[in-house]
């Protein structure tokens, strides 16, 4: 079936973490949302844009600044989960653009998160049906034989690591390269199927 657009978003999510197990009472919370738009058809990255996120039953520890650079005080200067999730939706079409991250943990992260706050999930159903793990993809276009880091990938592509590693909008755009990489190899799959029931709460 041929799609109307061939226009991908490549999402990279930072969250709340820990050296260890997380204090009494806090969970990982989405903190950064680093979006890329790939015209996969004309291989081309379209835009980089970044999305702060305020966690609401966590904080940002000092291992999640030296990791992310981000600090308590910035993400305390943006919006709620909610409000991140109608950003996507209204300014990104997740609900209707197929979307990918570097393996599983983003689409999980949103899928639970998701539910622990009852806001509807931003992108189509079903969960795995419109979501592209560019790590499994990338693993097996060129027979590997354990499923690499993004920055790893990146020295096996000979792509360039730009910008800081482990912060949202630059591991978006880096992994955004390793998509147009595998479509110029002829590796990446067709877009899959999006549907979006309005009435959808969980995943």
């Not at 709340?16 to 950064?32: A, K, R």
């Not at 639970?112 to 992108?123: E, G, T």
């Not at 790893?152 to 910008?163: F, K, N, Q, S, V």
Request: hydrophobic letters at 35%; glycine letters at 8%.
């Amino acid at each position: 079936m041929r799609h109307e657009s061939a226009l991908l978003n490549v999402i990279d999510v930072e969250a709340t973490c820990w050296d260890g197990q997380p204090p009494p009472g806090s969970v990982n919370e989405i903190i950064e949302i680093g979006l890329t738009v790939v015209d996969v058809s004309r291989r081309r990255r379209l835009s980089r844009h970044r999305v702060l996120v305020r966690p609401a039953r966590s904080a940002v520890s000092d291992f999640c600044t030296e990791l992310t650079g981000l600090t308590q005080a910035e993400v305390e200067r943006g919006v709620t989960f909610a409000e991140a999730c109608r950003i996507l939706v209204e300014e990104y079409g997740a609900g209707e653009r197929p979307w990918a991250s570097w393996g599983e943990y983003d689409r999980r992260q949103f899928a639970r998160q998701s539910q622990a706050d009852r806001v509807a999930y931003p992108f189509g159903y079903p969960t795995e049906r419109t979501h592209t793990n560019a790590k499994a993809v990338f693993t097996a276009a060129y027979g590997l034989r354990r499923k690499p880091g993004m920055s790893h990938a990146l020295r096996i592509a000979g792509l360039p690591l730009e910008g800081r590693h482990h912060r949202g909008e630059d591991d978006a755009w880096n992994i955004a390269a390793l998509v147009l990489e595998l479509s110029a190899r002829g590796a990446w799959p067709s877009p899959p199927q999006v549907s979006r029931p309005s009435d959808h709460r969980e995943p």
